[in-house]
């Protein structure tokens, strides 16, 4: 859409922004993202925005972020069926980081950036349109890892960071086939152990100052 009918747009609460086709070329990955910045001049009243069907590469989601946080009254920002490719550079190999790290970074660039915004992800897939983040690592993210209002520190993305390594295998199991199959014979058991996210809890649930807070 064209700069001129966005600005004849009024009152809209809800963006739905889509790639709507699989782009040929990584390179322009970054070029359709920065696109979406003409829907900033509805920035005032949208209060909702989500990016569905979007291909982009590590370097990409800076502006992926620049673009949601250019929507100065947002409260609800979603992602679903994103496609991060960490491993194409034009110059270079792969990165050093594991390929599953980076949208742990990114979910924290993300709330650093907007710490009273609603995220919700779904259908996450790192390097490959066939294999998704587990939906158990995705509920951690948002749940446990970045909840609104949360501060994240140096310290705390480096337990984020080494718990969530920890945890992938765990969460792949939990999420196979076999692994849904177990918990629906067990219905009240889960291959991930509840304890393992326990200090990642909410200040009203566990109380540092009565002696209640654990870790693993």
């Keep these: 859409m064209s700069a001129s009918l966005i600005a004849e747009v009024c009152g809209l609460r809800r963006l739905v922004l889509s790639q709507c086709a699989d782009l040929d070329n990584p390179a322009d990955y970054g070029s359709r ?34 673009v949601a946080q250019g929507f100065t009254s947002l409260k609800h ?19 050093a980081a594991g390929p599953a790290i980076t949208w742990l970074n990114y979910a924290v660039e993300i709330r650093r950036a907007l710490p009273t915004v609603n995220i919700v992800f779904s259908d996450i897939r790192i390097d490959s349109a066939q294999t998704c983040l587990p939906e158990s690592a995705l509920r951690w993210l948002m749940n446990e890892a970045i909840p609104i209002g949360c501060s994240i520190g140096i310290d705390r993305a480096q337990r984020l960071t080494d718990d969530f390594q920890s945890f992938l295998p765990l969460w792949d199991a939990e999420d196979s086939h076999r692994g849904l199959q177990a918990a629906e014979e067990r219905k009240d058991g889960q291959l991930v152990d509840a304890a393992m996210c326990s200090r990642w809890q909410q200040f009203s649930n ?9 870790t693993i």
């Excluded at 003409?38 to 569905?52: K, M, Q, S």
């Excluded at 566990?206 to 654990?214: A, K, L, S």
Aim: with cysteine.
């Design 77 to 95: 920002l979603a992602f679903h069926r994103i496609v991060v490719h960490t491993r194409w550079n034009a110059f270079a190999g792969p990165p």
């Design 206 to 214: 566990v109380r540092r100052d009565q002696g209640e807070w654990t």
């Design 33 to 66: 993202l920065e696109d979406y910045k003409c829907w900033h001049a509805l920035g005032a009243t949208l209060d909702r925005v989500e990016f569905w069907n979007t291909r982009a590469l590590n370097q990409d989601l800076r502006t992926l972020l620049d």
